[in-house]
């Protein structure tokens, strides 16, 4: 028995896939559930990086000292003025969701911009591909892109292991959704 069940239908992340197209840029209005605060020293500089880099988008803004960025829907973000930024990355980082067709543009925009300031992409165990990018402010963003899934993949066998199945693989997962 398993208490992991699908609830997809709740996220704007698409299917995985080779093919998947990201959710238009979502401009509503929402009680955020999560957000991140970065304190910048170069607000103007760091919302370009956000904006041209990450793929994020300019929400709204006071001037002179915050600026609302997001991407989908529940990945927002505050840059806010402030005196000066850490002087190197924090071990913690912050991960947005994208798709796969997104992770090499979104590494050449922000290599283009920053050329030290990507790692990846590279796989991970849990079946998907990441891209680690450090922000002018030093933050740590891992975009992450899930890759198709392949039921008989070493990541696959990993998942099921610790629970987590997909959908109509004869576990009693259905019963939640």
Not at 125 to 148: C, G, Q
Request: proline share 12%; charged share 25%; aromatic share 8%.
């Amino acid at each position: 028995m398993s208490d992991h069940y699908s609830a997809f239908e709740i996220s704007p992340v698409p299917a995985p896939g080779p093919d998947a197209v990201p959710p238009e840029p979502f401009r509503g209005i929402y009680g955020m559930p999560a957000f991140v605060t970065v304190p910048t020293s170069d607000l103007a500089a760091s919302a370009d990086f956000w904006i041209r880099g990450l793929g994020f988008f300019d929400l709204f803004s006071i001037p002179g000292r915050l600026v609302h960025l997001r991407r989908w829907a529940f990945q927002d973000v505050l840059l806010v003025t402030a005196e000066s930024v850490p002087e190197r990355p924090p071990a913690m980082s912050v991960g947005f969701a994208c798709v796969l067709g997104q992770i090499d543009d979104l590494a050449e925009a922000c290599r283009a911009m920053r050329p030290d300031s990507v790692d990846g992409p590279r796989d991970t165990p849990w079946n998907t591909r990441d891209l680690e990018v450090i922000t002018p402010e030093n933050a740590r963003v891992v975009l992450t892109a899930a890759k198709p899934f392949d039921p008989d993949s070493q990541e696959a066998r990993d998942l099921a292991a610790i629970g987590i199945t997909p959908p109509g693989a004869g576990d009693d997962n259905e019963e939640h959704a």
